[in-house]
């Protein structure tokens, strides 16, 4: 690749102090050949991130910052993209490290397959016990389905792929990301790339490390917000609803029911009501734990104990979500 095209890479970056710097010198270690820019799209923070981003583009011209008001990830993105210089924008979060070797696989991946846009595994690793756990339900089936990007699989054409290395020339026919979408806007743009006859591709030869949530508030946030804007892709795209979608709501609806049945048998005093109803919510626990178990295996006790609380939050929070609706 000594004739390798220019990579720019663009960041959205809201409340990211803790792990900007980290993301941003990760890229700029890149063995990639060419030339690497990489454009940050700064939200209104409330920590010390607009800080953190102002020494970095001090200390390094290939930093670049933007302006994005209205905080929104995708505003972020196509503020970014507009003001990149390189025809392969590589999209990285601030919360997120790539290999060294990330960029030169992803740009001979994308020429090689002619795709639109190619990525790969969403690679959650904690550093905090809760963050561990979080991280093991975020790779298992059980956790997020079975999405290869989630939990790896064959390389080949793929409904949606995590973060992307797009060409522009895709970018600017599908008109950019849907700032109208607050989430899932990855996977909408990818929709609309299919939909004009682009390829969107997985390789697991592309990993990058996801930090999650580091307490269980902020991740049960996280999935609510995943589960209403993808009901919101479901609203646009009916023809994308499938079954994995369907059954956290699904379960939330079982275990409210449940809940319900349950005391009312019990004011009631109809044992067989009540034991119909609560075993719902007993069902899923169960479950849980079985899964968490099983999940957990290899994890420390600390860690292997926090899992099913983080599954429960996945699992009822997107599933709240879906049925709340955006």
């Known amino acids: 690749m000594t004739d390798a095209p220019g990579v720019s890479v663009v960041m959205p970056v809201l409340n990211e102090e803790r792990h900007l710097a980290a993301a941003v010198n990760q890229i700029l270690a890149t063995d990639y050949p060419g030339p690497v820019e990489v454009v940050l799209g700064l939200g209104p923070s409330t920590d010390d991130t607009d800080a953190v981003a102002a020494d970095l583009a001090a200390d390094d011209p290939r930093i670049r910052l933007v302006e994005n008001p209205s905080g929104r990830t995708s505003a972020a993105l196509n503020a970014a993209i507009a003001a990149a210089s390189h025809d392969i924008i590589v999209r990285v979060d601030g919360h997120a490290l790539i290999p060294p070797d990330y960029l030169a696989i992803a740009v001979s991946t994308l020429d090689e397959t002619g795709a639109d846009n190619v990525g790969g595994i969403m690679g959650a690793r904690g550093e905090t016990t809760f963050e561990r756990s979080v991280a093991a339900a ?29 060409r522009r020339s895709a970018l600017e026919r599908v008109g950019g990301f849907d700032e109208s979408m607050v989430r899932a806007q990855d996977w909408e743009l990818n929709h609309r790339i299919r939909e004009t006859g682009g390829v969107v591709w997985f390789t697991p030869d592309l990993h990058v490390t996801y930090r999650p949530r580091d307490n269980v508030t902020a991740l049960a946030r996280q999935y609510w917000q995943y589960g209403r804007w993808r009901r919101e892709v479901t609203r ?28 009312a048998g019990m004011a009631t005093r109809r044992r067989r009501l009540a034991a119909l109803g609560l075993s719902a919510p007993l069902i899923y626990a169960a479950g849980n734990l079985a899964a968490s178990a099983w999940i957990g295996r290899n994890q420390p006790t600390e860690v292997r104990s926090r899992i099913p609380i983080a599954l429960a939050a996945m699992h009822l929070a997107w599933g709240a979500g879906f049925i709340r609706g955006a």
């Open 138 to 166: 975020m790779t298992s089936w059980f956790g997020v389905g079975g999405a290869a990007f989630h939990i790896g699989g064959q390389a080949g054409p793929a409904l949606t792929v995590y973060l992307g290395c797009f």
């Open 236 to 263: 646009r795209h009916p023809e994308t609803v499938s079954v994995r979608y369907l059954a956290a709501p699904a379960t939330v609806v079982g275990i409210g029911t449940g809940v319900l049945l349950g005391i």
